[in-house]
C-alpha cells in the first residue's frame, strides 16, 4: 500500500441508529435536542428510597429489567430471534436494535454485510454486571455443579461482539474496547484508521449500556453520582453548582464506510469522520488531571489529524459530565485549545439532557453531531444556570442555536486518563 493511496481514502458516515433517553429514533432525537426536552426520570434500586441516586437516563419502550430473556420486551418491528436472545445482555437488545435501525438507514440490507470480508463490528460495553452477578450468584448456591452455558457470553465485557458478530454473520473484523468512559469514541477512531488503512470497507460501531442497579449504584460509593432529585436540576455539565453525574441508558450505532464505496452504491453521505485523536493524562485512576492536559493533547491531535485550525471548528460536544473535577479540567483544556488561540466555537454537553451512558458516550454523542451537520441546529446547555468561572471565555449557549455548522469536535473521557477526539465535517453539497 503506497501512502498517497492511504492517504486518498476517507471515512464517512452513512448510517444512524438510535436507542436513547431522548428517543428510539432519528427524528423523536432531533427534536429533543432541539428543544432541549431531556429523558431523565426518577429511579429507586434495590427498593431503597434512601440511596443517593434519584434519577437516571432511562429508555422508553423497552423492558429488560428481569434477568430471564423470556421477559423481555421492545419495540415493534425489530426481529430478535429466541436463539439470539438466550445469549445476549439487557443492553444488547438496546444494540440489536440500533444496529437494525443503522442498516436501514444507510439502505443497507443484513445481507449486505453477511459474509462480507470487507465489514467489521467494532463495540464498546462494559458487559452486564446484572447477569454476571446473578450467574455467579446461581453457580456459587449449587457449588459449581451446574450452570446456564450462555451465561459467560452473555455478562462479560465481549458480549456484544460476541452476539452481534454472530446474528449479523460479520466476517470482516470483530473487536471490542474496554476504556471506560471513552471505549466507543476509540472505537470510532480505530474504525476509522481502517477505513483509512484500506484494510476494511465498512465498519459497525456500536455502544450500549443498561440502565439498573448494579451497573449504578457502585459509583456512588465513588461519590461520583448527582443526589438532586429534580430531573430537570440533576445533570448540570458546567454549572457552578453541579454535583455528581446521572447514569443512563441505551444503545447507538453508525455506520463508516470509505467514502469511495459508499459512493459506488450510491449511498447518502451523511457526515465525514475527518480525524481523531487521542491522548492519556497519567495522572489518576479515576480523576482527570486538574487541568485537562491529556484531554488538550488529544484534542490538539484530533485537529491536526483533520488538517483543521482551532478557528474552523463551529461547535464542540462536550464530554462534561456534570462532576465537579472532570467539567472543571475539561473547561481548562477547551479554553487551552480554543480561547487562548482567539478561537470561540459553541460548546455544550447533551449530558444534561441524556445523562452519562458510560462505554455508549463517544459514539452516542458522535451521532448528536452528525444531526447537528445533517439538520443544521447546535445543541444548547438547558440546565446551565451559573457557569463555573473555569468557562471563562467559552461559548456556552442556553439554548440549541439554529446554526448550521460545517465542522465539529467531539471529545470523550474515561477512567485511567483515557481522552478521545473526534472532528467530523459536514458532508461535500
Not at 447514569?247 to 457526515?271: F, P, S, T
Request: proline fraction near 6%.
Amino acid at each position: 500500500m503506497n501512502a498517497p493511496a492511504a492517504a486518498a481514502r476517507r471515512a464517512v458516515i452513512t448510517g444512524v441508529g438510535l436507542i436513547t433517553p431522548l428517543g428510539n429514533d432519528r427524528a423523536s432525537v432531533a427534536a429533543s435536542l432541539r428543544a432541549g426536552r431531556h429523558g431523565l426520570a426518577p429511579v429507586v434500586f434495590f427498593g431503597n428510597p434512601d440511596l443517593p441516586v434519584k434519577v437516571a437516563g432511562t429508555v422508553k419502550g423497552f423492558s429488560v429489567d428481569s434477568t430471564n430473556w423470556r421477559d423481555w420486551s421492545w419495540p415493534a418491528g425489530y426481529d430478535l430471534p429466541r436463539e439470539v436472545l438466550r445469549g445476549l445482555a439487557p443492553h444488547g437488545v438496546y444494540a440489536l436494535c440500533a444496529v437494525a435501525q443503522a442498516l436501514r438507514d444507510a439502505r443497507l440490507a443484513p445481507a449486505d454485510v453477511a459474509g462480507d470480508d470487507g465489514t467489521g463490528l467494532f463495540c464498546a460495553s462494559a458487559g452486564s454486571a446484572m447477569l454476571l452477578h446473578h450467574h455467579l450468584t446461581q453457580l456459587e448456591a449449587v457449588r459449581g455443579e451446574r450452570g446456564n452455558p450462555l451465561g459467560i457470553v452473555s455478562a462479560i465485557a465481549g458480549t456484544l461482539n460476541f452476539n452481534l458478530a454472530a446474528h449479523f454473520h460479520v466476517t470482516g473484523a470483530v473487536c471490542g474496547f474496554v476504556s471506560a468512559c471513552a471505549s466507543a469514541s476509540h472505537a470510532l477512531g480505530y474504525a476509522t484508521d481502517e477505513i483509512r488503512l484500506g484494510r476494511l470497507r465498512r465498519v459497525i460501531v456500536v455502544g450500549a449500556e443498561e440502565l439498573n442497579a448494579e451497573t449504578l449504584v457502585p459509583f456512588a460509593a465513588m461519590r461520583a453520582l448527582s443526589a438532586a432529585s429534580a430531573p430537570a436540576l440533576a445533570s448540570r455539565p458546567f454549572d457552578a453548582g453541579r454535583d455528581g453525574f446521572v447514569g443512563a441508558g441505551g444503545a447507538v450505532a453508525l455506520i463508516l464506510e470509505e467514502a469511495g464505496a459508499a459512493a459506488g452504491r450510491g449511498a447518502a453521505v451523511q457526515a465525514e469522520l475527518a480525524g481523531w485523536g487521542q491522548a492519556a493524562d497519567g495522572h489518576s485512576v479515576a480523576t482527570p488531571h486538574p487541568e485537562g492536559a491529556g484531554l488538550r493533547r488529544a484534542m490538539e491531535r484530533a485537529l491536526a489529524d483533520a488538517g483543521v485550525a482551532p478557528g474552523e471548528i463551529h461547535y464542540v460536544n462536550a464530554h462534561a459530565t456534570s462532576t465537579p473535577v472532570g467539567d472543571r479540567a475539561e473547561a481548562l483544556a477547551l479554553r487551552a485549545v480554543f480561547t487562548d488561540r482567539g478561537a470561540r466555537p459553541r460548546v455544550s454537553s447533551t449530558k444534561a439532557l441524556t445523562g452519562h451512558p458510560l462505554s455508549l458516550a463517544g459514539v452516542m454523542e458522535a451521532a448528536f453531531c452528525v444531526l447537528a451537520l445533517t439538520e443544521g441546529f447546535l445543541p444548547g446547555n438547558p440546565h446551565l444556570v451559573t457557569p463555573d468561572p473555569a468557562c471563562a471565555g467559552l461559548d456556552l449557549p442556553r439554548a440549541a442555536v439554529a446554526e448550521r455548522p460545517r465542522v465539529v469536535l467531539n471529545n470523550s473521557s474515561g477512567f485511567g486518563g483515557s481522552n478521545v477526539c473526534h472532528v467530523l465535517r459536514a458532508a461535500a453539497t
